[in-house]
Nanobody
């Protein structure tokens, strides 16, 4: 079971950008990778997912603003977030799955506020 570690969160102004990164302790080549978020008072929700063959799916709320990418050679997955809105404020979690096991990172806080 791979261990996941997110980085890149922080405080950003509305309209700004952030890039989240997730480093895996082992190979993710054959795994689906995703980003979830949990907004204050809400349940955890899927933000973006990328299959092992690079197919992607985005939540409607982030389409056209967020982009997921992966580097299998470095065992990393990234989430580029543009045109951020206050409602994007959440703890963002990295997820690895698609096989018999799944892993979650500890999360990274993203706050969008003026």
């Amino acid at each position: 079971q791979v261990q996941l570690a997110e980085s890149g969160g922080g405080l950003v102004l509305p309209g700004g950008s952030l890039r989240l990164s997730c480093a895996a302790s082992g190979s993710i080549r054959f795994n689906a990778m995703a980003w979830y978020r949990q907004r204050p008072g809400k349940q955890r929700e899927l933000v973006a997912v990328m299959s092992s063959d690079d197919n992607t799916h985005y939540a409607d709320a982030v389409k056209g603003r967020f982009y997921i990418s992966r580097d299998n050679a470095k065992n990393t997955v990234n989430l580029q977030m543009n045109s951020l809105k206050p409602e994007d404020t959440a703890v963002y979690y990295c997820w690895c799955g698609g096989g018999p096991e799944e892993s979650w990172g500890q999360g990274t806080q993203v706050t969008v506020s003026s």
